[in-house]
């Protein structure tokens, strides 16, 4: 059977419409099943099936009660609880992936020898419990060293038209709130401010959500220096927590702040044409393909002169580089804040299921695409293989310098480290 390309699009939209209903669900589900397994792997102590369904139905309710309704935990212990849950629906993935294999894997070992059966269910029994404890000290060490890591990305983009080489630095997603502290927002300016950038772009969800204190971090944020001044988008988050609010307070504290319209930086002898979108998309996850309003900017920037677009998501980059925009820079995805390692050296990560422009660089014939892994978190406090980031990039001449790959340096957060889970 052949499913349409229009039918595709609506599931996909019925999909991340109730995404976070459906989380709810399998997160509930996995906190009753996970320890039901462990109990009959160890104990060999069974649940009537009545049984399982009563267990995830009242887990069900209780974490619903605890999203929907008056709170029952608040601050690090709602946290916590969170995070055993996230970890739970991990293993459950695991299990239930480990378990099809065993079951079929016994099955047909069944049909030779009913001992070999046997055998299997035992090797089964045994690997998910051994799994499980791996992917959970994993996970602890996300939710601890892990987030406490800092990747400065070093990369060379050719610019069009320039003989001058000029330092632009670009932050993502530093979602002040519940999850960053005023110290760290500190040390994470002061490290800025160190690499001495001729401009700074901040990519987007700034702020966290409604109850993000601006008028306390946001002063923070306008101690950030750099020669030709400091830049700004908003981010979906940005407008959870009110756009017009956001723009202002960064605005009061000396940052431009760009909603579909583009500035001119003269940057010492070259011009660099900055065009900032407003953040819009599909859903909470997914961005738009093309922009009607990105043409317009476009067409309204001068002649021969770079042009740079910064936009929240990056899902609009191939628009872009059909209109010969040089370099874009985008965040959104936080690098899917968990990877593992693949081969050639690539990270696969849960961002992918959301955009194929997941981290790192990009090309579409000359034009360039960095997405930035983010320097804050949102939902759970957790990063694995994909440390927070500060970007920088030497512009300069594309008759004198190639592409570099992408360098990128983990420094461990010493001052203001984060506090785990």
Same mark, same amino acid.
């Given at each position: ?34 320890? $039901? ?7 060999? =102590? /069974? ?19 605890? =999203?929907? /309704? ?5 601050? %690090? ?9 996230? !970890? ?8 239930? $992936?480990?378990?099809? #294999? ?17 055998? =299997? %269910?035992? %090797?089964?029994?045994?690997?998910? &419990?051994?799994?499980? *404890? ?17 990747? !400065?990305?070093? !990369? ?7 003989? /001058? ?58 101690? &950030? ?10 981010? @979906? ?5 009110? %756009?017009?609010? !956001?723009? *202002? ?12 319209? *583009? ?41 021969? #002169? ?14 872009? $580089? ?41 090309? #579409? ?6 997405? @930035?892994?983010? &320097? ?33 340096? #983990? ?11």
């Amino acid at each position: 059977m052949i499913v349409s390309s229009s039918t595709l699009a609506a599931l996909r939209a019925l999909f991340f419409k109730n995404f976070f209903h459906l989380l709810l669900i399998s997160s509930s589900i996995a906190m009753w099943a996970v320890p $039901a397994w462990i109990l009959y792997a160890v104990a060999d =102590v /069974g649940v009537p099936a009545l049984g399982h369904v009563a267990g995830a139905t009242a887990m069900y309710w209780l974490n619903r009660s605890m =999203v929907q /309704g008056p709170r029952l935990a608040t601050g %690090a212990w709602l946290r916590r609880y969170s995070a055993m849950a996230f !970890v739970l629906l991990l293993c459950s993935v695991f299990l239930l $992936a480990s378990s099809t #294999v065993f079951a079929l894997a016994g099955f047909l070992a069944g049909l030779a020898a009913p001992a070999a059966g046997e055998l =299997v %269910a035992d %090797a089964s029994r045994l690997w998910g &419990l051994g799994g499980m *404890a791996a992917l959970t000290a994993t996970l602890l060490f996300g939710y601890t060293s892990g987030q406490r890591q800092l990747g !400065v990305s070093r !990369v060379n983009i050719p610019m069009s038209h320039w003989t /001058g080489e000029f330092r632009v630095l670009q932050l993502s997603d530093i979602h002040v709130g519940q999850n960053l502290s005023y110290r760290q927002l500190e040390g994470f300016v002061d490290r800025v401010n160190r690499e001495e950038a001729d401009l700074i772009c901040l990519t987007g969800d700034i702020a966290d959500g409604p109850k993000a204190d601006l008028d306390r971090y946001f002063p923070v944020l306008g101690r &950030l220096r750099a020669r030709f001044g400091v830049i700004a988008i908003l981010g @979906n988050h940005d407008h959870y927590a009110g %756009a017009d609010r !956001v723009e *202002a307070s960064l605005e009061r504290n000396g940052i431009t702040v760009l909603r579909d319209r *583009a500035v001119t930086v003269d940057m010492g002898g070259e011009r660099l044409h900055v065009i900032g979108l407003d953040d819009r998309g599909l859903d909470w996850a997914r961005g738009m393909p093309s922009d009607p309003v990105l043409e317009r900017l476009v067409a309204a920037a001068p002649p021969h #002169v770079a042009r740079m677009l910064l936009v929240h998501r990056p899902d609009v980059f191939r628009h872009a $580089a059909r209109l010969g925009i040089d370099l874009t820079l985008s965040g959104h995805t936080h690098g899917g804040q968990l990877a593992m390692p693949w081969f050639g050296g690539r990270r696969r990560n849960l961002a992918e299921f959301v955009t194929r422009f997941d981290r790192g660089l990009f090309e #579409v014939g000359d034009s360039r695409l960095y997405v @930035n892994c983010g &320097l804050g978190v949102t939902g759970q406090r957790i990063r694995l293989l994909t440390p927070r980031e500060i970007s920088v990039f030497e512009l300069g001449p594309s008759g004198l310098r190639d592409l570099a790959a992408t360098d990128l340096t #983990v420094e461990p957060l010493l001052q203001g480290s984060p506090e785990a889970v």
